[in-house]
């Protein structure tokens, strides 16, 4: 059967994350704080509007691009949060997660041997994607002491003749790293230099915390141009199981992605359309309750660690919080597994999102503080222990 398959895809390697938690399904007692999904139901009135779409009948293909009413709904809202102003006709895509928006946009934008940076730690799924486009992936290894944001130096060192994208992952799954505008203004001249494209995923836009708001690259000067933007209702809206995602760019690309999505999929979850319409038209305070409540966790988590004498920089995006556990002598996989063993709790270990990992696990707070509180005393043994 191995001649029947291809050597790009028998050579990737599974999910980092999966495994730990195929162990958590059939392990009594055992929790897990790895899981980045969030735990609020997706907001009544985006229920009720799947609901009615369907007693409707309304079960019928959408153009490829999708509902021109939710398209014309994404560019407000992204211009109204954002300040970048998009074509719903021309300019925007709705895809089937965020996920989908970036394996087209790679196969769309690079050629065999084009090279794509990757920031690491980050999404797994950026290399695979990359490599199923034929592109040649360039991994750019953050580091902590710079709170794992991307410097305009790294970025310049990268580069090479080949280089044609850098994908730019912020606010950062598994980190929690945002960059800000100025941080970003100083990378953008590198960018503009060297005729560099942009993939900026942004599916954690609206979970920032600290007071800090999100800047899109693409709302830089020079950038708008240059940037596919991509985005989701997963995260913000609590909608993961919908399966929703959209990108926004120049029309050249979007209409070339479009073509690949009709090919490829026809067309995102009509219900699911329907009811991301209401999440972007009406949901904006269901959003700020969830935001509230996932910074109220996110800060017990930071003192937590503080008091249990575990190095951890503060994250001001997405959900999730990356200690180091270098201080123990394991690696990140020998302290999830035996973590895992010992204590019955699931975590992420940090070279699931790159070698740039190592030294730190991954956990999540899109949780219960009762599931955080159960977690952390089950860390604070395992580590006593140790």
């Not at 479009?258 to 009509?270: G, V």
């Not at 302290?335 to 895992?340: D, G, N, V």
């Amino acid at each position: 059967m191995r001649n029947a398959l291809s050597k790009k895809i028998v050579d990737i390697q599974p999910s980092g994350i999966r495994k730990f938690f195929d162990v958590v399904n059939e392990m009594p007692d055992a929790i897990s704080l790895g899981v980045g999904e969030p735990d609020f139901d997706t907001p009544w009135s985006v229920r009720e509007e799947g609901i009615y779409s369907l007693e409707k009948g309304r079960t019928f293909y959408t153009s490829n691009a999708g509902l021109m009413e939710l398209r014309q709904e994404i560019c407000n809202y992204v211009h109204r949060k954002y300040g970048v102003l998009y074509n719903p006709s021309e300019e925007t895509l709705v895809t089937v997660g965020g996920s989908e928006a970036i394996d087209i946009a790679l196969r769309c934008m690079v050629d065999p041997g084009d090279e794509v940076l990757i920031p690491q730690p980050s999404y797994v799924s950026y290399l695979p994607c990359a490599i199923m486009a034929d592109a040649a992936p360039v991994i750019i290894n953050l580091k902590a002491e710079n709170e794992f944001k991307l410097t305009k130096e790294q970025l310049e060192e990268s580069i090479t003749d080949k280089t044609k994208i850098l994908v730019l992952p912020f606010p950062n799954n598994p980190t929690g790293a945002i960059m800000t505008k100025e941080e970003l203004e100083q990378i953008v001249p590198v960018i503009i230099k060297h005729d560099l494209y942009v993939i900026s995923d942004e599916i954690y836009s609206e979970l920032t915390y600290g007071g800090r708001r999100h800047c899109s690259i693409a709302s830089l000067p020079g950038m708008r141009e240059r940037t596919i933007t991509i985005n989701g209702f997963s995260k913000a809206f609590a909608m993961t199981g919908w399966r929703l995602g959209y990108a926004c760019g120049p029309k050249e690309i979007i209409g070339q992605m479009t073509k690949l999505h009709q090919f490829a999929i026809m067309c995102a979850p009509t219900t699911s359309q329907f009811a991301a319409v209401e999440a972007l038209k009406n949901c904006d305070a269901e959003v700020d309750k969830m935001v509230e409540a996932y910074d109220q966790r996110r800060r017990y988590l930071i003192n937590a660690f503080k008091e249990m004498g575990i190095e951890c920089f503060e994250p001001f995006g997405a959900f999730y919080i990356f200690p180091s556990i270098k201080k123990f002598g394991m690696t990140s996989e020998e302290f999830a597994t035996k973590l895992l063993e010992e204590q019955k709790l699931a975590v992420v270990p940090g070279t699931a999102f790159g070698d740039s990992g190592e030294g730190f696990i991954r956990i999540s707070y899109a949780y219960s503080i009762d599931n955080l509180k159960t977690g952390l005393q089950r860390i604070q043994q395992f580590i006593d222990k140790l």
